[in-house]
Each structure stands twice: as structure tokens, then as C-alpha cells.
């Protein structure tokens, strides 16, 4: 497949070519762990142990790449294992990252708990604001981690003006893309190094899989990463690889769905009188609204909103909401709601992190959006 191929095209045929042996149209699940060698050293393919190289996994890491626009894809046995590969290939002890004011809980608990513990520091800033990123930046900067849109306050990044910062500083710019997709974003196109990727979330599709990735631009730091993925060894099975790669074929018109179901529930509740806030990209008076629209082909399907009431009304929705599922994770075709303070987010608790007590998340899934919207206002009272 080529560049040339549009996105549908390449979510489909990328890596996914025809099993030589039968013709079958799917690439096989290649449960295996060890392959025979044509000699001392003859790799058939390439493929000599699991860890190091799995075809199923191949072909999901070339779809990756492929549709993130980069020169190598890697898939992990999780998000936080692609991000942990990523920071110990990128950073050595002494380093500095920069982080966003409003990161995932995981993400913050990685940089506070573990790397900060091999002699790594950071810093945190509000990426959405070039200054606030610069006044960050001290002279063993090497990373600049942004998740656009965030996570859970739907905050939005110039990816290009914060790549630019970057390239001044000679640090390397990665860019959290699970909430958009490379459906919706593409970070390396607009000057990003690297894009990690919870493919839990919307790759997958349907909460069924736990896994994570990176795509690099650069073929070189695509070959370090690679290095570190088999030395560290958290890889993808080759299940979930196929479980991914199947997931990534519906991907754009899943987004799609997706994008027009959450514009009708933030338009909703902007209007609800119990609701003080909605935090939603593509609602005109969000902060970021312009540069959304501007680097996102669509606004995505996630969706945070303040109750009046404080944290006690905030978790009194989520237990009244009954087709929205209460439950952590997100991205999938069913649509799930949650108390950040309280669940995804309670690691950033005390912290610079910390998100409002009367925080709502909503990920909104493909269902009938009349559904959706009556049983919001089900929960909401009214």
C-alpha cells in the first residue's frame, strides 16, 4: 500500500495481505512461539522467537504505520508498556520531560512514581500555551509529551507550534493520539516525532483487547524503539494483534458514528440547566475550538461536563445512568460513563494534575443517539 491510498483503503489492506499458503484474505492468528530455521541462522522471513517478531503482529505494526503516516510501528502489550519503552529509549538518568497540565492518570503516575525514580524529572505545563510550554523547558529537556485532546478536560495543543518549540530546544516531541485516532489527527504530519496510541481505546473498537503502540517518523529512532521493545520484551500477542487489526478496519466510519453522536449530547447539554460546563472540542466556546478544527478532520467522542452540586451530584449521574455503562476505558462502540476524581483519575489526586470534583467523562459510543440523550437527561433529573 502507498501514501497514495486513502485512509479507509489503508485501515483495511495495510499489512493485511493474503496468507500465502491458502489464500485466506484475513492473515492468521500465528500462535506460536518459535520458528524452525533453514540452518544455523537461515530465518525464514525474518522470524526466529515471538518476542522479537510475530507475523500477526507484524502486520498490525505495518498497518500502524501506515496509517499514522510513519516510517515504524510497534505494538505493545499495552499503553503504558508503548510509553514506558519510549521514555527508557529516549531519556537517561538526569533528563528533563515537560508534561501537560492534564494528562492521563497512568501517564502522570509513570512519569511521578516510576521514571522520576531513575533520576528523571519533569516538569509540568499547559501545553496549549506556548509560553507556559517554553517557561517549562530547562537545558536537559529531551522530551515534549502532549495528549491532544486531553485527557479527561478535552484540552486541545498546537501540535505544529509545540513541534517548533521542540525542534528549538532539541528535545523530541511526542503526542498522545488515542482520543482522536489518525482517523481524526495526524501528529507526525504536523511535525510531531513520535505517536503513542492506546489501542484499547478506539483502534480496538470494541473493549475486547488491551494494548498500546508507537509509530515514529524517523527510521532511525524506529530502529532503537524496536530494539527496546524486544530487549524489554512487552509486546502484542498475536490475538490481540489480530483483535486490533480487525478493529482498525471499521475504524472510520466507527469515528465517524461516533463524532456525530457526540455533537448531539454535548449540543444537549450545553442547554441543561444542572450543567455548568461541557467540555467538547467541537463546541464553539471551548477553548482550542479554532486549532481543533484546524488540525482534526472531526471532534472525537469524548465528551467531560461540571454538575451542579459538587463531587456527590457528579457521582450520583454516573450511578443513575443506565445505557451509558459505568466503567473506566473508553473508545468503544458502547458508550460508558465515569467519575474521573474518583476512578481513571485518582492517581493525579494532590497533585498539579488534580481534575474538579464535579467532573463528569462521557465516551460516547454508536448507539441511537435519541437513547443516549434520554438517558443523560434520566441521570442528569430531568
Given at each position: 500500500?502507498?501514501?497514495?491510498?486513502?485512509?479507509?483503503?489503508?485501515?483495511?489492506?495495510?499489512?493485511?495481505?493474503?496468507?500465502?499458503?491458502?489464500?485466506?484474505?484475513?492473515?492468521?492468528?500465528?500462535?506460536?512461539?518459535?520458528?524452525?530455521?533453514?540452518?544455523?541462522?537461515?530465518?525464514?522471513?525474518?522470524?526466529?522467537?515471538?518476542?522479537?517478531?510475530?507475523?500477526?503482529?507484524?502486520?498490525?505494526?505495518?498497518?500502524?504505520?501506515?496509517?499514522?503516516?510513519?516510517?515504524?510501528?510497534?505494538?505493545?502489550?499495552?499503553?503504558?508498556?508503548?510509553?514506558?519503552?519510549?521514555?527508557?529509549?529516549?531519556?537517561?538518568?538526569?533528563?528533563?520531560?515537560?508534561?501537560?497540565?492534564?494528562?492521563?492518570?497512568?501517564?502522570?503516575?509513570?512519569?511521578?512514581?516510576?521514571?522520576?525514580?531513575?533520576?528523571?524529572?519533569?516538569?509540568?505545563?499547559?501545553?496549549?500555551d506556548a509560553a507556559s510550554v517554553?517557561?517549562?523547558?530547562?537545558?536537559?529537556?529531551?522530551?515534549?509529551?502532549?495528549?491532544?485532546?486531553?485527557?479527561?478536560?478535552?484540552?486541545?495543543?498546537?501540535?505544529?507550534?509545540?513541534?517548533?518549540?521542540?525542534?528549538?530546544?532539541?528535545?523530541?516531541?511526542?503526542?498522545?493520539?488515542t482520543f482522536a485516532s489518525p482517523y481524526l489527527q495526524q501528529p507526525l504530519a504536523l511535525g510531531a516525532d513520535v505517536v503513542v496510541h492506546s489501542l484499547t481505546k478506539y483502534m480496538g473498537g470494541h473493549s475486547d483487547v488491551v494494548g498500546g503502540a508507537l509509530v515514529a517518523a524517523d527510521a532511525g529512532l524506529g530502529e532503537e524503539l524496536a530494539?527496546?521493545?524486544?530487549?524489554m520484551g512487552a509486546v502484542a500477542g498475536p490475538f490481540d494483534s489480530w483483535i486490533v487489526l480487525r478493529g482498525i478496519k471499521t475504524l472510520a466510519v466507527r469515528m465517524d458514528r461516533h463524532c456525530e453522536n457526540a455533537a448531539r449530547v454535548a449540543e444537549m447539554l450545553a442547554g441543561h440547566p444542572k450543567v455548568t460546563r461541557v467540555l467538547y472540542p467541537g463546541l464553539a466556546e471551548h477553548p482550542g475550538h479554532e486549532i481543533a478544527a484546524k488540525q482534526m478532520k472531526g471532534f472525537g467522542g469524548m465528551i467531560?461536563?461540571?454538575?451542579?452540586?459538587?463531587?456527590?451530584?457528579?457521582?450520583?449521574?454516573c450511578n443513575r445512568a443506565g445505557l451509558f455503562t459505568l466503567g473506566e476505558s473508553l473508545g468503544g462502540v458502547e458508550s460508558l460513563i465515569e467519575h474521573p476524581g474518583r476512578m481513571t483519575h485518582a492517581s493525579v489526586a494532590g497533585s498539579a494534575l488534580e481534575v474538579p470534583a464535579d467532573l463528569v467523562r462521557l465516551s460516547v459510543g454508536i448507539e441511537s443517539a435519541d437513547d443516549l440523550l434520554a438517558d443523560l437527561r434520566q441521570a442528569l433529573g430531568g
Open positions: 500500500m502507498t501514501d497514495q491510498h486513502g485512509f479507509e483503503t489503508l485501515a483495511i489492506h495495510a499489512g493485511n495481505t493474503a496468507d500465502p499458503l491458502t489464500g485466506a484474505v484475513v492473515p492468521p492468528i500465528y500462535q506460536v512461539s518459535t520458528y524452525k530455521q533453514d540452518g544455523v541462522g537461515g530465518l525464514r522471513g525474518g522470524y526466529e522467537y515471538s518476542r522479537s517478531a510475530n507475523p500477526t503482529r507484524t502486520a498490525l505494526e505495518e498497518n500502524l504505520a501506515a496509517l499514522e503516516g510513519g516510517r515504524r510501528g510497534l505494538a505493545f502489550a499495552s499503553g503504558l508498556a508503548a510509553e514506558d519503552c519510549l521514555l527508557r529509549t529516549l531519556l537517561v538518568p538526569g533528563d528533563h520531560v515537560v508534561i501537560p497540565n492534564d494528562a492521563y492518570g497512568g501517564t502522570f503516575r509513570l512519569f511521578a512514581k516510576v521514571v522520576q525514580r531513575w533520576g528523571v524529572g519533569y516538569s509540568v505545563a499547559d501545553t496549549s517554553r517557561a517549562a523547558l530547562t537545558d536537559r529537556t529531551k522530551v515534549i509529551w502532549v495528549e491532544t485532546p486531553s485527557n479527561p478536560l478535552l484540552g486541545i495543543t498546537d501540535i505544529g507550534a509545540v513541534a517548533d518549540i521542540a525542534r528549538t530546544a532539541g528535545a523530541k516531541l511526542v503526542v498522545d493520539n530494539y527496546h521493545q524486544n530487549a467531560s461536563f461540571r454538575v451542579q452540586g459538587g463531587e456527590e451530584a457528579a457521582v450520583e449521574v
